[in-house]
């Protein structure tokens, strides 16, 4: 054979053989992304489905954030390439841009830009870890006088606080007296629901500090009594009425320190799944227990608070049917919540009634790290 036919011959099959992997790829990508494609979906529905009943669902949401990563790349991929297949992964984007919204907000303005002839209320919301009662960090209590004396200065109209820790018998701690600022012009009214205490006779619960007067105040009974909770305020401010809730939900009960290292992964698998299952039901009991009770309300409400939760879960998704979330609105880039191992958490919220009211000013403080979650504040506009 000459050398000249050979040559052609091998080129030939070369060219067949790239053909066939290049067919053989496509097919494989064609199938993986089949694969999200349905995955996606049943995900976006899980949100849907009360865990309390089908807890399965809590984990399928999960996936939900995986989900729209591969499915960007996947549009990318095949756009590059001039396929059609990229319209599957760009529709189930487009369906999944609630899940987008929850994960990062470009609607934030500078604090000093809020229009200065409005009537609003502006909130704060702060897990305090319950004051470092127990000195995590042996600094007589550094962390302590810093957390207080932030909250002390901050000027928000209402202050919620979760993991709020009281104890009457010393200066230090009698922190609702700290708070209120009794005996200067301008104190705050206090509501509170303790739920345990300690062998000080220091009591753990949630609070709300008002500069406004309550017209009405109580609590949100759940089902099953838990150191978690929820109480509501009816602040009165001139001739407007607005209900505050401050809720704290079920902890996802994980410990970063019981989490074994990574060459045991099985027990943290199960140690995770185990707490994750519990948690998933019992914040989905509470969060139906809540929007019950938000129904009744006659005012304008504004929800504040630790959900416990991801934006892409049942909890989350309940609130957001009938409030706005704050973040949303007027969030900038991700803002994450969460000042620990899992840094990457949004489970801090503030919710508000969009028919009523204004978001016009959403701000995660990152740079106080005084407690394991970032204080959040927003500025509402009272219609």
């Known amino acids: ?24 790829a496509r097919r494989t990508f064609r199938f993986v992304n089949s694969i999200v494609l349905v995955v996606s979906i049943i995900s976006y529905l899980s949100v849907l489905v009360s865990p309390e009943y089908l807890w399965l669902s809590g984990f399928v949401a999960m996936l939900i954030p995986f989900c729209l990563i591969i499915n960007v790349f996947f549009v990318l991929l095949w756009w590059w390439r001039k396929r059609w297949y990229a319209l599957y992964s760009l529709f189930i984007l487009i369906i999944g ?70 104890s009457e018998r010393t200066n230090f701690f009698n922190t609702r007296e700290q708070l209120s600022a009794q005996g200067s012009k301008n104190p705050y009214y206090f509501h509170a629901r303790y739920t345990s205490a300690n062998h000080d006779k220091g009591q753990f619960g949630i609070a709300i500090f008002s500069k406004y007067p309550f017209i009405n105040k109580g609590e949100v009974a759940f089902k099953v009594r838990t150191d978690n909770g929820a109480i509501f305020a009816d602040i009165a401010k001139g001739k407007d009425t607005i209900r505050i809730y401050n809720i704290h939900l079920e902890s996802m009960s994980i410990n970063q320190n019981e989490l074994k290292p990574i060459d045991q992964p099985e027990e943290t698998f199960w140690y995770a799944g185990r707490r994750l299952k519990r948690g998933f039901s019992m914040r989905a009991q509470q969060v139906q227990t809540i929007t019950n009770h ?38 900038l880039g991700t803002e994450f919540t969460f000042n620990g191992k899992l840094f990457f958490l949004r489970i801090d919220n503030q919710f508000y009634d969009n028919d009523k009211l204004d978001c016009l000013y959403f701000e995660t403080h990152r740079e106080v790290d005084f407690s394991d979650h970032y204080p959040l504040s927003a500025v509402y506009e009272i219609d």
């Open 97 to 166: 841009f609630p899940f987008l919204q929850a994960s990062v907000s470009f609607g934030g303005i500078w604090k000093e830009n809020i229009p200065k002839n409005k009537k609003y209320l502006s909130v704060l919301s702060y897990n305090v870890r319950e004051f470092d009662v127990y000195q995590r960090t042996k600094d007589n209590h550094t962390v302590t006088k810093n957390t207080i004396t932030w909250i002390k200065n901050d000027t928000s109209d209402i202050k919620c606080i979760q993991d709020f820790y009281n």
């Open 294 to 331: 938000i129904k009744t309300s006659p005012y304008p409400v504004i929800l504040c608070g630790d959900l416990n939760d991801l934006p892409y879960s049942y909890t989350y998704f309940k609130l957001r049917r009938n409030l706005k979330n704050a973040f949303e609105s007027k969030g």
């Open 1 to 24: 054979m000459p050398a000249q036919t050979h040559s052609r011959n091998s080129r030939r099959r070369k060219i067949k053989s790239d053909s066939w992997h290049r067919r053989n």
